[in-house]
Structure formats: C-alpha cells, structure tokens
DNA sequence: ATGGATGCAAACTGTTTGCACTACT
DNA sequence: AGTAGTGCAAACAGTTTGCATCCAT
C-alpha cells in the first residue's frame, strides 16, 4: 500500500487534471490511479486488472486502459515498451525520470531490469533540440545487457 | 535497389551464419535479405511482406517473420519499438549504430523520425558496465518531440 | 532420404471498438 | 435529465503455431 499522503498527492493532480478537462470523477478512475501505485515496479494491463480483481476491484479490461491512458495524460504513469510487443507501464510521480537496463539470459529472456539515471542525456537533448530545431519533450533509453559471468 | 556489393557482402555475412549454425540456405532467405535491403528507412513486417510480393517474390508472412529474425540474429537488421505496439526493422551493415528523435504532431501521431549519433551514449555505456556489473551489447535511445512553431 | 524450411490457415495475445447500461454532473 | 464513462463481447492487428508439403543437404 502506497503511502496516505503521496495517494493524497496524486489524487489531487488526477483531479485537477480532470476539472481541467471536464471530465467525469469516476470511482474506478480513482481507485485504479491507488493500485497502480501499489506497484514499485512495472507491470502490464494484465497484472494490473488481476490485482484489482484480487483487490475486490474488478472492472473491465477496457476501463483499464481508458484510465491507464488518461493517468498517463495527467503524467501520473509512464509507458514503456521493452523487447516484445506488450505495453508497461510504472508510476511517475515522486519517483523521477530513470532509464533502463534490460538484462536477459543467453535465452533472451528478461532477467532483470535496472534503473538508473545519468545526467548526460539531458545534455544530448538539450544540444539536439538546438541543432535538429524541435521541442523534445521526453526520452526513453534501453541498454540490452548480460549479466557479467565471473 | 541497393549496390551489389553490399548486397554480396550481406549475402556473404548471411552465408557465413548460416554454415555456422548449420541452417539450410533457401532461396527465400536471401532473397528476403537483398529485398530488405532496398529499403532506406524503417518498415514493418506488413510493408515488407507487401513489397515482396510486388517485386513477383511472394512468400508467407511466417518466413518473413522467420528471416527477420534469422536476420536480427546475424546482425544485419535492427529491431525497433516506436510508440506502438509493432515491430520496425531497418537493415543494420554498412549504416552505423544510430538512435532516434520521434517527431509527433498534436495529435500524437509520427511526423518524422531522426536519426542522430551522440559519443556520450558510449561514455554512458561504460560508466555502466563499470558500475552495474553488466556486459551491455546494445542500446535504443528514443527522444520524443514536437516541432519547434516559428 | 531426411528433416529443416516454407505455405497456409488457424490460434493467440494485446488492444480497440460498438452498444446497452450506469452513474457523475 | 443528459451524457460521459463503464462493462461486456466481439472485432482487430500483429505475431505465433501446427501440420502438410517441399527442397537443401
């Protein structure tokens, strides 16, 4: 369970976000914006309609990725897009921009994934916006590593 | 179509694969690889599959799928997830490393896509094989953007 | 000749859509 | 009361799979 006063946090940007677009203040839309930041990791719609199920939340798949967009909208949750066609997504308030590192077996399949954070892309996107004249308003970077043999 | 000495030597780098691995060097296979190698920027298995059977090549999309990923492990294509939930690919020898700004419109859909090539990305890459402890053999950096108004 | 590769269609998976019903404003 | 949002199932798109056939070895 995320703590009271960052639920408290959040649920006041998703309604102000929603005041501002006049939009309806549904409980689904609330209580899924709480158990997305149950997780401390990223999951797909799959798990996450599980565990509303499992939380005696159950709501249909299609809610699920209605609200998974607007959260995301509202800046509430990133997306990603890792090695298969399948949508991730992790919550992005009070936790700051990080990239990843995909870490698979020598069968490709994802071992780990590790977060970290460099400060040189901020750079490389401050120096492209000037050379390649755009507006950059996001990054997502992927190492695909092994796990070091010793 | 793209010169015949690139197209040897691919079709050489595929050979050398293929008799490595023990594979059965079929017609398709290479044809697929020259074909593949027409193409400038990134497609999808759909274009591919279309533009085969428009240049009288005609296969089934399972050994499309199949020879993209034959090629993906011999390392003449890349593979890339935009922002939706398809698979790009775009012939990878004789086209150095590169990454890629994604220019969007209002509505979120793909104006243009850049290439660039940044140095740092490297310095990163070994700061983290360094600190993580991990061999990282690739990488994807995606900048997201809007064109600058003027 | 043998079995790896292909062709085709069917199955599968993640996502989107259509429509009746519900509930927020 | 009016309509945006939800639930459900069906449709869809990209990808994978199963099996008969073919052809590189």
Request: hydrophobic share 35%.
């Amino acid at each position: 369970m995320a703590k009271p006063e960052i639920i408290k946090s959040v649920t006041d940007i998703l309604n102000k976000y929603m005041t501002r677009h006049h939009m309806r203040k549904t409980q689904e839309r609330f209580k899924i914006l709480e158990y997305v930041y149950d997780f401390d990791t990223h999951f797909d719609v799959e798990e996450l309609y599980r565990y509303l199920k499992e939380k005696d939340f159950a709501v249909s798949k299609a809610t699920v990725y209605n609200t998974l967009e607007l959260l995301l909208k509202a800046g509430l949750v990133r997306k990603h897009y890792f090695n298969d066609n399948t949508a991730y997504y992790e919550k992005s308030y009070f936790n700051k921009s990080h990239d990843h590192i995909i870490v698979r077996d020598d069968e490709g399949n994802v071992e780990k994934i590790i977060e970290f954070c460099d400060p040189r892309i901020e750079l490389i996107k401050n120096d492209l916006e000037k050379i390649m004249g755009v507006e950059i308003d996001d990054h997502d970077l992927y190492f695909y590593a092994k796990a070091k043999k010793e």
